[in-house]
């Protein structure tokens, strides 16, 4: 199957600080990805559709000026949290469709922690 | 607008035993597809069994199969010979079908899946 990777999985930054988190698709072009947050035990809430070449779409309640997504190449999209605080502390996680039902293939997430 | 819902936060099975995850959702679409995934303690999202709503028979992967009727906008998720490995945070998950790759995902709050030794 197709697979996606994220980078870094791990991150703990200052309050105040910016952190860029990146999706690649390693095997397959994604004109698309998916940005996911996840609290523990919580089910995925998606916060933006990343588009290759153009403007991500985000979800209602989503600030774009704190999350900021680019989505430069049609393997790689990037997600900044922007001036990051303690409540920013999450589960990332990014996602790719492909194939002939265009499912989701996911990237492994990023823990974040703002202290 | 669609909606998934898993009415069992948590579940638990015996090693070797069957088990049912139950997932309804509502929709007013005629084509779309439906998904069950798995969520181990690694957090790594894998994709369990796809359904396709225009296919009237029941997908089934090895040990995984589904229950799926539409008329009751039901789509359960039976798991046999349950495994140690299978323990994970189940989602059931909704996506409208039709032309390009930009269709989100609509998601269940997820089951809990216990498996006892």
């Known amino acids: 199957g197709a697979v996606v990777s994220q980078h870094p999985s791990r991150v703990i930054c200052k309050s105040g600080t910016s952190v860029k988190i990146e999706c690649r698709s390693l095997d397959f072009q994604a004109t698309t990805m998916f940005w996911y947050r996840q609290f523990p035990k919580q089910s995925l809430m998606l916060m933006a559709t990343?588009?290759?070449?153009?403007?991500?779409?985000?979800e209602q309640g989503v600030e774009k000026d704190k999350f900021l997504i680019n989505h430069a190449s049609l393997t790689l999209s990037t997600l900044t949290v922007t001036s990051a605080h303690p409540e920013d502390s999450s589960f990332y996680i990014c996602?790719?469709?492909?194939?002939?039902?265009?499912?989701?293939?996911f990237g492994p997430g990023t823990r974040l922690t703002v202290l | 607008a669609q909606t998934v819902t898993q009415s069992q936060p948590e579940m638990s099975v015996q090693e070797a035993e069957t088990v049912t995850l139950s997932c309804t959702y509502d929709t007013s679409e005629s084509d779309y597809y439906l998904f069950w995934y798995k969520q181990p303690p690694s957090r790594q999202m894998i994709l369990v069994i796809r359904q396709e709503a225009y296919k009237q028979q029941n997908a089934t992967e090895n040990r995984f199969s589904v229950n799926f009727q539409k008329a009751a906008k039901s789509f359960s998720l039976k798991i046999s010979d349950s495994q140690l490995g299978d323990a994970a945070m189940y989602f059931c998950?909704?996506?409208?079908?039709?032309?390009?790759?930009?269709?989100?995902?609509?998601w269940g709050l997820g089951t809990s899946l216990a498996v006892n030794p």
């Open positions: 998950a909704y996506r409208s079908a039709g032309a390009g790759n930009n269709r989100k995902l609509i």
């Open positions: 990343s588009n290759e070449g153009s403007k991500a779409t985000y």
């Open positions: 996602s790719a469709p492909s194939g002939a039902y265009n499912e989701q293939f």
